[in-house]
């Protein structure tokens, strides 16, 4: 049963950098992606950008380049960089795992099958 | 890009049936069969629910089905029972650059 586990500090300071990693455990990480998506207190859920095993990203444009996703295959880790965070940042962080949908054309789809418990970010001053 | 819409709150008795609507626009729902389902009991992850618009994976209960109609995805949990209190998501792909677009959730309240 492959499993997924975010780390990282829980405590930022205004424009300070977060860093969080995802450990994936019990399984292969071969031909799946792997996100990043955070769901801020009280709220929805926002996707934050993806990496596919062998390195390649995409990312949610309205993070404005703010972020950064990198992997180490050979750890089964991913990790998140978000820079200059501020109190709008302030949330519970998941990395989940999806994978393609090929009927006909290659889709990256959504269907978030394993989630990790999520790691709570607070940014204050 | 906007996130889809949900009904804020469904209520039902148990045994009931309960469904309830996530709409989009043509650029998500309408144009991609790539929907999915989520549900979200509190303090706790999402679990996956519903993928590929009907499809449920391994372990999710036969009571919980969805369809999708133009720009509108439906998910129906019948035979309600108390452990299907929480909160319900879905997520489209969208051809916009955000990529994966949720939707607003809808609480499920079993009286």
């Known amino acids: 049963q492959v499993q997924l586990k975010e780390s990282g500090p829980g405590l930022l300071k205004p424009s300070e950098t977060l860093s969080l990693t995802c450990t994936v455990s019990?399984?292969?990480?071969?031909?799946?992606?792997y996100s990043w998506i955070r769901q801020s207190p009280g709220k929805g859920l926002e996707w934050l950008g993806y990496?596919?095993?062998?390195?390649?990203?995409k990312y949610n444009p309205s993070l404005k380049s703010r972020v950064t996703i990198s992997g180490d295959p050979p750890k089964k880790q991913f990790s998140l960089t978000l820079t200059s965070v501020s109190a709008a940042d302030t949330a519970v962080y998941f990395c989940?795992?999806?994978?393609?949908?090929?009927?006909?054309?290659?889709?990256?789809?959504?269907?978030?099958?394993?989630w990790g418990p999520g790691s709570l970010v607070t940014v204050s001053s | 890009q906007s996130a889809l819409t949900q009904p804020a709150s469904v209520s039902g008795a148990p045994g009931q049936s309960i469904t309830f609507s996530c709409t989009g626009t043509g650029s998500d729902i309408g144009a991609y069969s790539l929907v999915s389902w989520f549900q979200q009991h509190p303090g706790s992850p999402p679990r996956l629910l519903i993928s590929e618009v009907t499809k449920r994976p391994s372990g999710v209960s036969p009571r919980f089905s969805a369809s999708k109609s133009g720009n509108t995805a439906s998910l129906t949990i019948s035979g309600l029972q108390a452990d299907d209190e929480a909160d319900y998501y879905c997520c489209s792909y969208s051809e916009s650059d955000s990529l994966y677009v949720f939707g607003t959730g809808t609480k499920v309240t079993v009286l």
């Open positions: 019990g399984g292969s990480i071969d031909s799946f992606f």
């Open positions: 990496i596919f095993y062998s390195g390649n990203t």
């Open positions: 989940a795992r999806h994978r393609a949908d090929c009927r006909g054309v290659c889709y990256v789809a959504p269907y978030f099958d394993t």
